[in-house]
């Protein structure tokens, strides 16, 4: 169980497109997930926390305009790196909690979306 | 400024060895904490969990937390090549959000 869907896993695209991410919890419902962003031989950042049915919360210095996150239900969540630029190029990862007490036995990651703007 | 540490590494053991990771945070209200492993290229795999002061052991792997040091550890008996891989330590703070260390890449020597 609490397996995590993320796609795609691997995008490039053109300097100012815009490219979403998808973040499904398969077998369990996910009130809450978390989108985080690895450069390369660094631990993970996390960018913003993503809540069903309200506005993500983003961490200082995250631009909430250039990433958008919209999580219109309680196991889909979605990131839209909005005019994209070269140094948006990461690995972009997204979490969700379980509800209730699951919680604490961790969260599930998705697979991760390499992106790549060029 | 809520903080995990732990050693960059990179450590490297033979074959047969144990393996022990470090971790120290900074929050005292931290609640539960995880130890993930992730392969180059991949997304973090959660392999442990521990939220009480003490050992938990699954298989090969053995957490240890110690709250009032703000400490927990990460043993892997019998550390096999498959092993190899960098190991991120995650402590979940009363907003639920994980702060991951920097992660110590552990190498396992045939």
């Known amino acids: 169980g609490a397996v995590v869907s993320q796609h795609p896993s691997r995008v490039i695209c053109k300097s100012g497109t815009s490219v979403k991410i998808e973040c499904r919890s398969l077998?369990?419902?996910?009130?809450?997930m978390f989108w985080y962003r690895q450069f390369p031989k660094q631990s993970l950042m996390l960018m913003a926390t993503?809540?069903?049915?309200?506005?993500?919360?983003?961490e200082q210095g995250v631009e909430k305009d250039k990433f958008l996150i919209n999580h219109a239900s309680l196991t889909l969540s979605t990131l839209t790196v909005t005019s994209a630029h070269p140094e948006d190029s990461s690995f972009y990862i997204c979490?969700?909690?379980?509800?209730?007490?699951?919680?604490?036995?961790?969260?599930?990651f998705g697979s991760g979306t390499r992106l790549t703007v060029v | 400024q809520k903080e995990v540490e732990q050693n960059s590494g990179p450590l490297s053991v033979p074959e047969g060895a144990i393996a022990s990771l470090n971790c120290t945070y900074s929050?005292?209200?931290?609640?539960?904490f995880f130890w993930y492993r992730q392969y180059s290229g991949k997304s973090p795999e959660l392999i442990m969990s521990?939220?009480?002061?003490g050992d938990k052991e699954d298989g090969r792997f053995t957490a240890q937390l110690n709250k009032a040091s703000q400490y927990v550890s990460l043993l892997i008996r019998d550390s096999q090549p498959s092993d190899s891989a960098t190991y991120l330590c995650?402590?979940?703070?009363?907003?639920?959000?994980?702060?991951f260390g920097k992660g110590t890449l552990l190498t396992v020597n045939p």
């Open positions: 979490s969700a909690m379980p509800q209730g007490n699951r919680a604490n036995y961790g969260y599930t």
């Open positions: 521990i939220y009480s002061n």
């Open positions: 995650a402590v979940r703070g009363s907003n639920y959000k994980l702060t």
């Open positions: 993503s809540n069903e049915g309200s506005k993500a919360t983003y």
């Open positions: 077998d369990f419902q996910a009130t809450t």
């Open positions: 929050d005292r209200g931290s609640q539960s």
